[in-house]
């Protein structure tokens, strides 16, 4: 089982990025699927997360509206589109995939706002 982030860079405020977390091992259609972030100094939070039953979505509220979660599960790939983005996003993204006992974290790819 794996889950490899990629897509993370430096961009500037007021851009976007597409984090993608590409899965082996398992089905994401089959996992809830969710993208957290940690930045330094500061505790990890869910960003967005992308049920398996419905593909219902949820969003933190600092990026309701600016952050898309979704999947292709012929790529068995989550992204998350990141637009209208701040300095205060800057942070460790990594993705997780989580059933019933099972819970899979990839490494996290690096996105940092600044200008």
């Known amino acids: 089982v794996q889950l490899v982030e990629s897509g993370g860079g430096l961009v500037q405020p007021g851009g976007s990025l597409r984090l993608s977390c590409a899965a082996s091992g398992f089905t994401v259609s089959s996992y809830s699927m969710s993208w957290y972030r940690q930045a330094p100094g500061k505790e990890r939070e869910l960003v967005a997360a992308?049920?398996?039953?419905?593909?219902?979505?949820n969003y933190a509220d600092s990026v309701k509206g600016r952050f898309a979660i979704s999947r292709d599960t012929a790529k068995n790939t989550v992204y998350l589109q990141m637009n209208s983005l701040k300095p205060e996003d800057t942070a460790v993204y990594s993705c997780n995939a989580f059933r019933l006992l099972r819970d899979y974290w990839g490494r996290g790819t690096q996105v940092t706002v600044s200008s």
């Open positions: 992308l049920t398996s039953a419905g593909g219902s979505t």
